[in-house]
């Protein structure tokens, strides 16, 4: 069994909703992401989206955008986030790490190498955003065989078809992206995501994360309340931009984690 799977389904025993942080491997320095990943697990994370940096990260918006290239500037490519995630591992066995990014680097890597490079670091899931499912028949077979789960993104458009085919290729859990945009925006509609998981339960059994527009602990607790994980991403990386120090950084992330983790819990 995966480390997602159990996961979840120990969340599910506890009557728990998931929270899913995401940073940005380097940002801003390489230095950075190995303690900001343990202080995230010690205020409330259940599982880790970590970015690949990307020179084009079309889905995201101008926040990640930024913190990409503050990690590219310091070399930070897909060799460098798989070391991180390894020396992660060190010292954490247990939480699920999932790469977030784009196909351009796995490409360029071959994804043979790919799947063993990220199984032997200790990777769980695998989110490419601009992989749909049906161009990823190379990939799947090579993830599976290294027992890491293909990630998906589902629309507020997607159709039931497209819902069924995610279902039959995805394992660990769904990402359903909240609104029409890109991430850090401030529309999300809670009245359409919770339409749109109704019917998106009908069609799966996988766990369902929600993210794109969780800023604070208000939002998290309201979309706890539809999903079985609470994704944020921006407003965490928007603090460690604004942050002055590498301290303050992490006191930043801590506190509002924390915050969203008490919001989800008392929810529950």
Do not use: W
Not at 18 to 40: C, K, Q, R, V
Not at 66 to 94: I, P, T, Y
Not at 126 to 137: A, K, N, R, W
Not at 243 to 260: C, E, G, P, T, Y
């Amino acid at each position: 069994m995966s480390r997602l799977k159990a996961k979840f389904e120990a969340l599910k025993q506890m009557r728990r909703k998931a929270l899913i942080p995401f940073i940005t491997a380097g940002d801003p320095n390489p230095e950075f992401t190995i303690p900001a990943l343990h202080a995230l697990v010690k205020a409330g994370a259940d599982m880790i989206e970590l970015g690949v940096p990307f020179s084009d990260p079309m889905a995201d918006g101008p926040v990640i955008q930024r913190a990409s290239e503050r990690a590219l500037a310091h070399k930070m490519g897909l060799r460098r986030v798989l070391q991180l995630v390894k020396e992660f591992r060190a010292e954490d066995c247990e939480t699920p790490v999932v790469l977030m990014g784009y196909l351009n680097p796995i490409e360029a890597m071959g994804y043979q190498a790919f799947a063993e490079r990220a199984r032997d670091a200790g990777v769980d899931g695998v989110l490419t955003v601009d992989l749909p499912p049906e161009e990823s028949s190379d990939l799947l077979p090579l993830l599976e065989e290294a027992e890491i789960d293909p990630i998906y993104l589902l629309a507020p458009n997607s159709t039931g078809e497209r819902i069924r085919r995610m279902d039959r290729l995805g394992c660990g859990y769904l990402y359903y992206v909240s609104l029409k945009g890109v991430t850090g925006a401030s529309h999300l509609d809670l009245d359409d995501v919770r339409r749109k998981l109704s019917e998106i339960r009908k069609l799966t059994d996988l766990p369902i994360g929600v993210g794109f527009g969780v800023k604070n602990a208000e939002l998290a607790a309201a979309v706890g309340k539809l999903a079985d994980a609470v994704v944020v991403g921006s407003a965490l990386v928007e603090r460690i931009e604004a942050a002055r120090s590498a301290d303050q950084a992490l006191k930043d992330i801590v506190d509002l984690l924390q915050s969203m983790r008490a919001a989800l819990d008392a929810m529950s």
